[in-house]
């Protein structure tokens, strides 16, 4: 498996104060489907903010989203674990197929492929 990113999830009830929040910090927009923001340095790509003030699809708000470049591998290594799966893997109509997972201290991670 290779990562291809991983973001930090700030859930935030103000994606438009908080965007402009890290605008200010350089950061522009990339992606803003209006209950989530992606953020990223103009300068350094890999450098990226995720903003969430609800998820579309799912009953949770992550903590980290991290992208691989294959998402069903990864689904099923993580499952064989016993690792427990807060939302299944799923094919979004924003263009992603992700699922969610808990890590051992309870934080939610979004693992992610685009399509």
Do not use: C
Not at 45 to 54: E, G, M, R, Y
Not at 60 to 73: G, H, I, T
Not at 80 to 104: L, S, Y
């Amino acid at each position: 498996m290779t990562i291809r990113r991983a973001v930090p999830d700030i859930t935030t009830a103000d994606p438009v104060a908080s965007s402009g929040f890290y605008q200010l910090l350089g950061f522009r927009e990339e992606m803003n489907l209006g209950w989530v923001v992606n953020l990223v340095s103009p300068s350094n790509p890999a450098a990226q903010v995720i903003l969430i003030s609800k998820d579309a699809a799912a009953p949770f708000y992550p903590d980290l989203s991290v992208e691989v470049d294959d998402v069903d591998a990864t689904y099923e290594a993580v499952r064989a674990t016993g690792a427990e799966i807060v939302h299944p893997i799923t094919d979004e109509q924003w263009g992603v197929r992700r699922f969610f997972v808990r890590d051992p201290d309870g934080k939610v991670v979004n693992v992610v492929s685009h399509r």
